[in-house]
């Protein structure tokens, strides 16, 4: 049976500051580079060998790859980068400090934005120096495909082709398969491996720099799954 680890990024400046991140390009803290670092022991304690690394083209992600690799002694371990693991993106929100929002838009509305399935934040103007079209990493991404905002319904449909077209056919060719990404777009493929209703998938909250080791059947159903620090361990998925 193929093993897949999701790995959320180790905390980043932004979390610490508690802005809206999304799309922005954000570095690793210190305590984010630690639990980066301790993925990486917890992975190589499982035992699992893996065969394929995967992750976004956002520092915080392939940092957090990285150290994790490092962590494992498996630094030559072959890894690819997609935009479609990006995080969602906060359309309008982004930059902004979450308790400063939540004062002026009210908590009901900024709930919604945040945790609703399928009610995205306002739209990202496309001049904002936040927008992904000023961003040279996705020069070769259609503009028409280039987010301004997303729901965590539009961030699945955004991941899903990539899972579906590059990851599923490693894990089902029986590969090991590590992911290193963000909470959304981890939380939209655990969505789709689980078959999490709408509802059900509001409530899954994946915890920084935490993986997440998931058995899978040659159906790629989960099996078991486990997380590897208990002591930051956050209900498991469909449970």
Known sequence: MPTLALIR???????????????????LTAEGEAQARK????LKASGVA???AYTSLQTRAIRTLWL???GMDACWLPEEKSWRLNERHYGALTGLNKAETVAKHGDAQVTIWRRSYDTPPPALERDSPYHPA?????????AEE?????SLKTTLERVLPYWEGTIAPTLTSGANVMIAAHGNSLRAIVKHLFGLSEDEI????????????IELDDALRPVTARY????????????
């Open 9 to 27: 990024h180790g905390q980043s400046q932004w979390n610490l500051e508690n802005r809206f991140t999304g799309w922005v390009d954000v570095n």
């Open 39 to 42: 993925s990486g022991a917890l």
């Open 50 to 52: 893996f065969s394929q």
């Open 68 to 70: 994790t690799l490092e």
């Open 134 to 142: 000023n961003d040279a990493r996705y020069a070769g991404v259609p």
């Open 146 to 150: 280039l987010p301004a905002t997303e």
């Open 202 to 213: 509001v409530h899954v909250e994946i915890p920084t720099g935490n993986p997440l080791l």
């Open 228 to 239: 590897l620090d208990a002591e930051r361990a956050q209900k498991l998925p469909g449970a």
